[in-house]
């Protein structure tokens, strides 16, 4: 069966080992089809992204576009829609951050978070749900962090922006419930991202890899219908990494 699913921030870190996970997936599950759009700026990240899943055997879209620009998140909706009709999976993995002392922090940093992590959350989730919903089913993962739960010192704003995706989390339980559209928190700790920068072999041993947060995310999304998974905590066994 044929699966349109829809990858935000593909093109590296936990996106992209999501859509290699999915793209195996169809392997290994008789009758799963995925059919991946593959969504971030960089149009040489997705187009490698997609030679990679198609060579699984998956069907793979790049698309390039930036969600913190309404005009992009427009197109890419449209071309989602218009194509497929229809959508299965959005994954709400774009996210962005900018780290620091409180003091330090500017209003570009500020505006530069909120429009990828809640407005561009916000409005592609929007766009698409009335999809689900009126064909009453679906599923939506959003990858927040669990700084969406706890604060860290030298990241006030990207702490706010995922709790504010928290927020949107719940508010939208309370829509997909009553038309059996399942709703997936995935909130990791500490994964090796480019989001790091450079970091020392001795830090990134204390780090989760991407693969650690796909694989659970793929699994929930293959439970039976009658079933969600609601929430999907992974931190390193060693516990977070502070930023104090």
Same mark, same amino acid.
């Given at each position: 069966m044929q699966h349109i699913i829809l990858i935000?921030?593909?093109?590296? %870190?936990?996106?992209?080992?999501?859509a290699?996970?999915?793209?195996?997936? %169809?392997?290994?599950n008789p009758g799963f089809e995925?059919?991946?759009?593959? @969504?971030?700026?960089?149009?040489?990240?997705?187009?490698?992204?997609?030679?990679? @899943?198609?060579?699984? %055997?998956?069907?793979?879209?790049?698309?390039? @576009?930036?969600l913190g620009s309404m005009d992009d998140l427009r197109k890419l909706v449209s071309f989602v829609l218009d194509?497929? %009709?229809?959508?299965? @999976?959005?994954v709400n993995n774009a996210g962005v951050g900018r780290f620091g002392p409180l003091t330090g922090m500017t209003e570009e940093d500020f505006d530069y978070t909120m429009a990828t992590n809640l407005k561009g959350t916000f409005f592609l989730t929007q766009?698409?749900?009335p999809v689900m919903e009126k064909k009453r089913s679906g599923h939506i993962f959003f990858i927040t962090s669990v700084a969406a739960e706890k604060a860290f010192a030298h990241s006030s704003v990207y702490c706010m922006s995922k709790f504010g995706q928290r927020g949107l989390v719940e508010? +939208?339980?309370?829509?997909?419930?009553p038309c059996n559209v399942r709703i997936t928190d995935v909130m990791p700790g500490a994964v090796h991202t480019p989001m790091w920068g450079e970091v020392t072999d001795?830090?990134?041993?204390? +780090? +989760? +890899?991407?693969?650690?947060?796909?694989?659970?995310?793929? =699994?929930?999304?293959? =439970?039976?219908?009658?079933t969600t998974v609601e929430e999907i905590v992974l931190r390193p066994t060693g516990g977070?990494? =502070?930023d104090t």
């Open positions: 935000t921030g593909a093109g590296k %870190g936990i996106g992209r080992a999501i290699i996970a999915f793209a195996r997936a %169809g392997r290994n995925p059919h991946l759009v593959l @969504c971030s700026r960089s149009r040489e990240d997705l187009d490698l992204l997609a030679l990679e @899943c198609r060579a699984e %055997g998956a069907s793979a879209e790049p698309f390039p @576009c930036d194509r497929y %009709g229809t959508i299965d @999976c959005l766009a698409l749900f508010t +939208m339980r309370l829509y997909a419930r001795e830090f990134r041993a204390l +780090m +989760m +890899m991407p693969e650690d947060i796909a694989g659970p995310v793929v =699994q929930a999304y293959l =439970q039976p219908g009658r977070d990494i =502070q």
